[in-house]
């Protein structure tokens, strides 16, 4: 299993922070505001939303978020 997995897709797009980050903190991942954003930003809820577009978000959709910022994650490190 990745650094980033669904759960960690969804809690960001459902963060009630409109501006929600990904962050790597410690090898691990966590959703914070922008403000409180100490580690690695791996992507923000605004960057998750661009790249969904329109459509249904799904389990397959979210399932290739996250495998595309375990990706990000683990050049930033991870």
Same mark, same amino acid.
């Given at each position: 299993?990745?650094?980033?997995?669904? !759960?960690?897709?969804?809690?960001?797009?459902?963060?009630p922070?409109? !501006?929600?980050?990904?962050?790597?903190?410690?090898?691990?991942?966590?959703?914070?505001?922008?403000s409180? +954003?100490?580690?690695?930003?791996?992507?923000?809820?605004? !960057?998750?939303?661009?790249?969904?577009?329109?459509?249904?978000?799904? !389990?397959?959709?979210?399932?290739?978020?996250?495998?595309?910022?375990?990706?990000?994650?683990?050049?930033?490190? +991870?």
């Open positions: 299993m990745g650094v980033v997995g669904r !759960d960690k897709v969804r809690a960001l797009l459902e963060s922070s409109p !501006d929600a980050t990904l962050v790597l903190v410690g090898g691990r991942c966590e959703v914070v505001p922008e409180r +954003a100490e580690g690695l930003v791996i992507a923000s809820r605004r !960057d998750l939303e661009s790249r969904l577009g329109d459509g249904p978000v799904d !389990d397959r959709r979210l399932g290739e978020l996250a495998d595309q910022l375990d990706v990000i994650a683990r050049d930033l490190g +991870a």
